[in-house]
T-cell receptor, first 112, second 115 residues
Framework: GESVGLHLPTLSVQEGDNSIINCAYS??????FIWYKQESGKGPQFIID?????DKRQGQRVTVLLNKTVKHLSLQIAATQPGDSAVYFC???????????FGKGTKLSVKP | DGGITQSPKYLFRKEGQNVTLSCEQN?????MYWYRQDPGQGLRLIYY???????QKGDIAEGYSVSREKKESFPLTVTSAQKNPTAFYLC??????????????FGPGTRLTVL
């Protein structure tokens, strides 16, 4: 079965609020965890990654937190905008080939 | 503009016919990937190639075939042996298999419908 999953399939937030998207994983041996954004009808777009030896990494308006104790990953989006509306996937990278294993995704809807 | 292209965007085929999906990249990436996405689902890896003239099966390779004769191109053939071929197919590329090369660049996808 899948080793990457999500707590919530949909998330609705008000424009300007912060969003938190969660993800659980099961493989402690994964080297990296990555977040992708997929807009309707398009291919996924890389947002940010975090190495397994880190707890936190910040990007532009986004922060990824990694809690290895409970095997939990989250993506925080500050001041959520309508353009942030999309499906967000977490993925883990494992194995010698380094292939990605994707979760099912969380749909984020931003209300104006 | 550098990028990854897929064609066509929409494809309709009759059951029992083979169909080939195109994927081209001009990013000079070594690695290329094919994924399948079903509604409300994540991406599942079909095949991947880390170098020209070499490719490996992913998690759901049955009923699919690929070739990697050129660095820029990684076509996917959906054969009549694929039991449920209707899906959204995504091609991606990356610099290579090194652990730090995490970013995969995705094409716009091809939506295949088998009638």
């Amino acid at each position: 079965g899948e080793s990457v999953g999500l707590h919530l399939p949909t998330l609705s937030v008000q424009e300007g609020d912060n969003s938190i998207i969660n993800c659980a994983y099961s493989n402690s041996a994964s080297d990296y965890f990555i977040w992708y954004k997929q807009e309707s009808g398009k291919g996924p777009q890389f947002i940010i990654d975090i190495r397994s030896n880190m707890d936190k990494r910040q990007g532009q308006r986004v922060t990824v937190l990694l809690n290895k104790t409970v095997k939990h990953l989250s993506l925080q989006i500050a001041a959520t905008q309508p353009g942030d509306s999309a499906v967000y996937f977490c993925a883990e990278k494992q194995g010698s080939q380094g292939n990605l294993i994707f979760g099912k995704g969380t749909k984020l809807s931003v209300k104006p | 503009d550098g990028g990854i292209t897929q064609s066509p965007k929409y494809l309709f085929r009759k059951e029992g016919q083979n169909v080939t999906l195109s994927c081209e990249q001009n990013l000079n990436h070594d690695a290329m990937y094919w994924y399948r996405q079903d509604p409300g689902q994540g991406l599942r890896l079909i095949y991947y190639s880390q170098i020209v003239n070499d490719f490996q099966k992913g998690d759901i390779a049955e009923g699919y075939s690929v070739s990697r004769e050129k660095k820029e191109s990684f076509p996917l053939t959906v054969t009549s042996a694929q039991k449920n071929p209707t899906a959204f197919y995504l091609c991606a590329s990356s610099r290579g298999p090194r652990p730090s090369y995490n970013e995969q660049f995705f094409g716009p996808g091809t939506r295949l419908t088998v009638l």
